[in-house]
């Protein structure tokens, strides 16, 4: 049900739910100037005669900075729980992100008391579908979380970048909410966050380092620096560097994987047994001519930051 509320009436309790956009923010601002709140602010009506938002504090925000007063509002009902839902339906005609839904998916289940299928029969989705956004929110440090929704780092390079690290060269919690701290607020790219978790995850002691004490700049420029000389080597130097980065990332997955208890077959331990006795006599031979490449280019000169 449509109608006009007023800005002071409204209860704001789900805002952590959202994500924030400056850039987003002072985009309808402008337009709100312009043309005013043209879409209704949606979310439940309860007995004490306010209201508690679900969707449109962007809009809410500026109407406080623009001193509006009295702002369209479509009620879901009564009850908070049912407003979720709802919402989380229309989420595709809304864009909700991922996270949005995961934190509203949490509401319902830490709050409401409400379990997986039930929400998942509710929304008429898979209980997959509500178990990857559940378990994306668990997996989620507070630190990283309240560095998100505040707009201070964005959600893109969390879900495709970090948890990349994490998955892939078993990076842990603590170290990703250190490079996160380090480098939210910056404004920075996506790509330049991609090129400073490379290096930070990746690089040298002094790259880290540099990164933890605020000297972003500097990291960047050493970064970059280093994947423009690279791109001068000959082909058969890429192709070593290649199998290098092949090489380091095929060892951190091994020994990462290696200590888990799910390989049981007879089939497995037989020939895990056969490779992995290969590879132990190769070790040796290996360790020297990767010790003797690390000696020469660390004596080279040029901008190539050690490895």
Request: overall charge positive; hydrophobic content about 40%.
């Amino acid at each position: 049900m449509s109608s006009q509320v007023e800005v002071s009436s409204v209860d704001l309790r789900y805002e952590c739910c959202r994500v924030k956009s400056t850039h987003a923010e002072k985009q309808l601002l402008d337009s709100i100037l312009t043309r005013g709140i043209r879409d209704p602010l949606q979310g439940v009506d309860i007995e004490d005669g306010s209201r508690i938002l679900l969707n449109g504090f962007k809009r809410i925000r500026c109407a406080r900075k623009l001193g509006i007063g009295i702002v369209p509002w479509y009620s879901f009902g009564n009850d908070a729980s049912v407003g979720i839902l709802e919402l989380l339906r229309i989420s595709n005609a809304k864009s909700l992100t991922l996270l949005e839904q995961a934190r509203l998916i949490d509401e319902l289940q830490s709050v409401h008391g409400m379990c997986g299928s039930d929400i998942a029969l509710l929304l008429e989705k898979s209980r997959a579908w509500v178990s990857v956004r559940a378990g994306i929110l668990k997996e989620m440090s507070s630190c990283i979380r309240d560095k998100i929704f505040s707009g201070q780092f964005p959600a893109y390079s969390y879900m495709y970048t970090l948890r990349r690290f994490m998955r892939i060269n078993s990076v842990s919690q603590k170290d990703v909410d250190e490079f996160v701290v380090s480098i939210a607020g910056k404004n920075l790219s996506l790509r330049d966050i991609d090129i400073l978790a490379n290096g930070y995850f990746k690089g040298s002691d002094e790259i880290r380092g540099q990164i933890r004490n605020g000297n972003i700049s500097w990291g960047l420029e050493q970064l970059k620096a280093s994947s423009t000389a690279g791109s001068d080597c000959t082909p058969a130097e890429q192709r070593m560097l290649k199998d290098l980065e092949i090489a380091q990332k095929n060892m951190q997955r091994v020994a990462c994987k290696s200590s888990g208890s799910r390989f049981k077959s007879a089939s497995f331990q037989a020939q895990a047994n056969l490779l992995s006795g290969g590879i132990l006599r190769q070790l040796p031979m290996f360790e020297k001519a990767v010790r003797s490449l690390h000696d020469r280019s660390g004596q080279a000169t040029g901008n190539i930051l050690p490895a």
